[in-house]
């Protein structure tokens, strides 16, 4: 049988990745717990941050534990799907902005002064 392309967590690979890198795994904890904190940001809006990021870097348990953390700090439904269509939108302008370098790239190959 094929293994999943993304493996379900388990306390197994948990325990393990914790014996490879101990301190690199405190850490990790420490400044995650801090960044999640509120602060100037509430906790839901930090979260729906997360969900947007999340989709964005394409990270399938991000997307996953980010969407329950923004469900459990009381975002709504439709305020998770927002997020994610405000990253959506912010992916596809970051596409379009940086035609410009493949527009500028086919100027200096025809020789072609900028318009």
Do not use: N
């Not at 979260?47 to 990270?59: D, K, M």
């Amino acid at each position: 049988m094929d293994s999943p392309m993304f493996p379900h967590p388990t306390a197994g690979l948990a325990k393990r990745r914790a014996e490879l890198a101990p301190e690199a795994l405190s850490a990790f904890k420490a400044f995650s717990k801090a960044v999640f904190a509120p602060g100037a940001l509430d906790a839901k809006t930090k979260q729906l941050i997360a969900v947007a990021v999340a989709h964005v870097t394409q990270c399938p348990y991000c997307i996953k534990g980010h969407t329950e953390g923004a469900a459990r700090a009381g975002a709504s439904d439709a305020e998770i799907m927002e997020a994610i269509w405000v990253a959506a939108e912010m992916r596809a302008g970051g596409a379009y902005a940086h035609s410009a370098l493949a527009l500028q790239t086919l100027e200096d190959l025809h020789g072609r002064k900028p318009a």
